[in-house]
């Protein structure tokens, strides 16, 4: 089955820090990865989506890679704020008609 | 652009009763729409596709018969879980995606059901 891996365990920075998140995917590689934010109560806000022939993508302070040979995709916040601070979600799809599976997310808390 | 709206935010109902779950897109038009689930500090669980018009995909796993879809037209989309059980209290979640961006599911805010 295609699995998304996200670490579980929080990641602490303090403010002004570079955060970086990992997604782990197994199997062939998806035809997009997608990363969202979510806040504790609420659904998933649509950040940025990658292709596999892409290998950066970025967008303000954000910034998502794509490596196939690592299966990996990081996914960067620079000048990190407090107000960053929420579950990121990674999501593979294998076509732009098909579904989602997501990751169960990574906890970004950033300090003051 | 692309919001989506769900009614209600959240619902506590007795054991054995039903809710029906609404999913709008306010401002285009829905040719799919996703409905998940979530347990707390899990990933976003996929129980079907609902194609507007047409009878809804479900994952493998969930019941057809329990939890009911309609996909009446193309702004909205309903999900109502049938004589309902402690274990189906979750937090649920719809997503729309438009003709035009077939990638980017756009994510209402999710609904929060507490079956007493």
């Known amino acids: 089955s295609q699995k998304i891996e996200q670490n579980s365990e929080a990641l602490n920075i303090q403010e002004g820090k570079t955060a970086t998140l990992t997604c782990n995917y197994t199997?062939?590689?998806?035809?997009?990865l997608q990363w969202y934010r979510q806040d504790p109560g609420r659904g998933p806000v649509f950040l940025l989506l990658?292709?596999?022939?892409?290998k950066e993508k970025r967008k303000e302070r954000l910034k998502v890679t794509f490596d196939t040979t690592l299966k990996q995709s990081l996914f960067h916040i620079t000048a990190s704020q407090p107000a960053d601070s929420a579950t990121y979600l990674c999501?593979?799809?294998?076509?732009?008609?098909?579904?989602?599976?997501f990751g169960k997310g990574t906890m970004l808390l950033v300090s003051p | 652009g692309a919001v989506v709206s769900q009614h209600p935010s959240r619902v506590i109902c007795k054991s054995g009763t039903s809710v029906k779950i609404e999913c709008r897109s306010l401002?285009?038009?829905?040719?799919?729409m996703f409905w998940y689930r979530q347990f707390p500090k899990q990933s976003l669980m996929l129980m079907a596709t609902?194609?507007?018009?047409?009878?809804?995909?479900?994952e493998q796993g969930v019941e057809k018969d329990k939890f009911l879809i309609n996909h009446a037209s193309l702004t909205l989309s309903t999900l109502t879980v049938t004589s309902a059980h402690p274990e189906d209290s979750s937090f649920y979640i719809c997503?729309?995606?438009?003709?035009?961006?077939?990638?980017?599911?756009?994510f209402g805010p999710g609904t929060r059901l507490l079956v007493l």
């Open positions: 990658i292709r596999e022939n892409e």
């Open positions: 401002d285009f038009q829905a040719t799919t």
């Open positions: 609902s194609n507007e018009g047409s009878k809804a995909t479900y």
């Open positions: 999501a593979r799809a294998n076509s732009g008609y098909s579904t989602l599976t």
């Open positions: 199997n062939y590689s998806p035809a997009y």
């Open positions: 997503s729309a995606i438009s003709g035009q961006l077939q990638e980017t599911q756009y």
